[in-house]
């Protein structure tokens, strides 16, 4: 045999004999293994789990589980509630007739609750279009351009609409995506089908699928119980059986003598449910029952223990597979089955649908307000808006947070950093108070500081330090009258000068009467 041929026998041999030794001891290098017990090894069930696709809910299915399951609705309802429940503020600069216009506009068509529609449309189905009824002279399939007036907007589920024709070139950003939707109307009378520019519609999306998932998909993103499906079922399932062992919670226990006997014969048993059913409407009518020497009468209860336990859990993975806390999904804030799940937990919840509004439903939001615009003889971008706070504050709270900006703007004031006028504008200028901004004449400080530079020192007394202006303003110099004002004060703080001037104090004892001296001096000089 040549030294070749042994050389091939001997790696057949090797060969044969590491296939045994691995099969025998059913090893591999990339976990834990332990032959002992088979952890690790072909026969532990962990080695052969894998992940298993669940198939896509149907239409059918996600309507009937959003009309028939009360939780299913809730899921899909609540950010879309939240989202749009305080709704926007529109705002057109000093002169607010434009987002008046736009505003009665937008409650003519409703818009508040068209786009909630949409959202719930998108959440359930995996996306929605809101359809623009805006007429400019053209077919619906040409872009939008020169919008005359805004006869409706219509929100259509995914189902609906199917993509018709899609961007073709490729150096555009919109390359391969849908140029015009074939649109259904469902209606009782019938289905009016047109072809929509996608101009004309607002696109709003489901939960988020990968790329090549959102093109098995027909391009559409998914709902939001494909992932949460599964937790429902068991959730519901749970909550099934937790009413079945409530019925049965008590079990009634007859003990008959000579029982054996009376079943072994068609009288017997015939006079055996003739008893039971006097002792069942003795019960049930009378909550009564009568027994003899020779019967005796029990009830057993279903022990109950734990089941609280159980159902809290499956709320607390039902809370977090849906993402909304538990306090809002479950209407509780205190008991056990909806959890207390703190304000910081619905801070957090408010903050994600916060930025929700902002990275997704602002730019639909202003798509609408533009257009509307548009109709009404209004350029882009005169009329904006910002989305009113969805976090609420108690009426204690609120009237603590009054009192120490109060607080504030008084000691802004007081140290000559705003002009009275400024903060009433900016708290009471709008319905209600502003807690939130102070509006500052930045024009009328830019032309004073302009001022101020071309005014020459005095050389001979020099300007004031700051020791010399707090003296002055405190009012303990005794001047005959009011001095001329000095260009380095504004009118807040030769007012406050004024108004602690011991010789204007003697002159208008009434506070008022010396500060509207004080001001009427001001304007004089």
């Not at 028939?68 to 926007?88: F, S």
């Not at 706070?389 to 802004?412: C, H, T, V």
Request: proline share 3%; charged share 30%; aromatic share 8%.
């Amino acid at each position: 045999m040549t030294s070749e041929n042994q050389s091939v026998n001997q790696s057949t041999i090797l060969a044969k004999r590491f296939s045994k030794m691995t099969h025998d001891h059913k090893t591999r290098n990339d976990r834990w293994v332990n032959e002992k017990n088979n952890f690790g090894t072909s026969s532990d069930p962990m080695v052969n789990t894998s992940f298993y696709r669940e198939r896509i809910l149907t239409r059918g299915e996600l309507e009937a589980l959003y009309v028939q399951d009360w939780l299913a609705k809730r899921v899909v309802n609540i950010p879309a509630d939240d989202a749009t429940r305080n709704w926007i503020s529109l705002t057109s600069g000093d002169d607010n007739t434009k987002a008046e216009a736009v505003k009665k506009e937008m409650d003519r068509l409703n818009i508040q609750a068209k786009v909630h529609e949409s959202i719930v449309l998108s959440r359930l189905h995996g996306g929605s279009l809101l359809v623009l009824g805006a007429f400019d002279g053209q077919e619906t399939d040409m872009e939008l351009n020169n919008i005359r007036s805004v006869e409706f907007v219509e929100p259509v589920d995914r189902w609906q609409t199917h993509p018709q024709r899609y961007y073709a070139d490729e150096t555009k950003m919109n390359y391969g995506q849908p140029e015009t939707y074939l649109v259904h109307r469902v209606q009782v009378r019938g289905t009016l089908t047109a072809i929509v520019h996608e101009s004309r519609t607002i696109r709003f999306e489901g939960h988020y699928l990968p790329p090549l998932e959102k093109l098995r998909n027909l391009g559409w993103n998914i709902s939001v119980l494909q992932n949460f499906y599964e937790e429902l079922k068991r959730f519901g399932s749970t909550h099934q059986t937790v009413g079945a062992i409530i019925q049965d919670f008590v079990t009634k226990k007859v003990q008959i003598k000579g029982l054996r006997e009376l079943l072994s014969n068609v009288e017997g048993e015939q006079q055996l449910m003739a008893r039971f059913a006097t002792l069942a409407y003795g019960m049930s009518v009378h909550n009564l029952a009568v027994f003899g020497d020779d019967e005796q009468f029990e009830k057993m209860g279903t022990p109950l223990t734990g089941l609280d336990k159980v159902m809290t859990h499956f709320v607390d993975i039902v809370s977090a597979a849906s993402e909304i806390p538990k306090a809002r999904l479950f209407h509780n804030q205190s008991g056990i089955l909806g959890g207390d799940a703190g304000e910081s937990d619905l801070r957090v919840h408010y903050d994600n649908i916060s930025s929700y509004q902002e990275t997704k439903l602002r730019p639909h939001i202003k798509r609408i307000v533009d257009v509307i615009a548009e109709s009404l003889g209004y350029g882009e971008d005169e009329v904006g808006f910002e989305f009113n706070p969805l976090w609420q504050l108690s009426e204690l709270d609120e009237a603590k947070s009054r009192k120490e900006i109060s607080e504030s703007d008084i000691n802004y004031i007081n140290a000559g950093v705003v002009e009275p006028e400024e903060v009433a504008l900016s708290r009471f200028s709008g319905e209600g108070i502003n807690l939130a901004d102070m509006i500052i004449d930045v024009d009328k400080r830019k032309r004073f500081l302009e001022a101020l530079s071309k005014v020459e020192p005095d050389l001979d007394e020099g300007e004031p330090d700051d020791d010399e202006e707090e003296v002055e303003m405190a009012g303990q110099e005794n001047n005959d009258s009011l001095p001329e004002k000095r260009a380095y004060e504004n009118k807040s703080q030769f007012v406050i000068r004024g108004m602690k001037d011991e010789t204007m104090i003697a002159k208008y004892p009434n506070d008022k009467e010396r500060h509207d001296a004080c001001l009427s001096q001001w304007e004089k000089q």
